[in-house]
Nanobody, 122 residues
Framework: QVQLAESGGGLVQPGGSLRLTCAASGSNFRINSMGWYRQAPGKERELVATVTEGGGTNYGDFVKGRFTISRDSAKNTIYLQLSGLKPEDTAVYSC????????????????WGQGTQVTVSA
C-alpha cells in the first residue's frame, strides 16, 4: 500500500509564496506520475501540475508560470513551488500518485493524499 504525506500549506498574503511537499512511501511500487490537484469550496477539483517519472510536466491553464513542480525520484517526493499567489488560489491542495504495484504482475493504482489547505488572504 502506498501512502502520501503532504506538507507545506498555510496562510499567505497575496503575492506571497509557499512550497508544498508530497512524499510517497510503501514497497514494491513504481511511479508513473505524481502531481497536485486543488479544490476550492463549491468548485470542481482541478489539475494544478503533474510530473512524470521521465520528467515531463503539465500545468493547469490558470498557473501561467506562477507555479513550478519538481521531483526527487530517489526520495519518491515531489515539490510544488507556489509564487505570486492570489486569493483565488485558496483551496485544498491534494497530492496524487499514478503508479503500479507488483502482485503476480504489475497492476495500476491511483493514490491520493489527505490534502493541505492553502489560504491566500491579506
Amino acid at each position: 500500500q502506498v501512502q502520501l504525506a503532504e506538507s507545506g500549506g498555510g496562510l499567505v498574503q497575496p503575492g506571497g509564496s509557499l512550497r508544498l511537499t508530497c512524499a510517497a512511501s510503501g514497497s514494491n511500487f513504481r511511479i508513473n506520475s505524481m502531481g497536485w490537484y486543488r479544490q476550492a469550496p463549491g468548485k470542481e477539483r482541478e489539475l494544478v501540475a503533474t510530473v512524470t517519472e521521465g520528467g515531463g510536466t503539465n500545468y493547469g491553464d490558470f498557473v501561467k508560470g506562477r507555479f513550478t513542480i519538481s521531483r526527487d525520484s530517489a526520495k519518491n517526493t515531489i515539490y510544488l513551488q507556489l509564487s505570486g499567489l492570489k486569493p483565488e488560489d485558496t483551496a485544498v491542495y491534494s497530492c496524487n500518485l499514478d503508479g503500479s504495484y507488483y502482485s503476480f504482475g504489475w497492476l495500476g493504482f491511483v493514490s491520493w493524499g489527505q490534502g493541505t489547505q492553502v489560504t491566500v488572504s491579506a
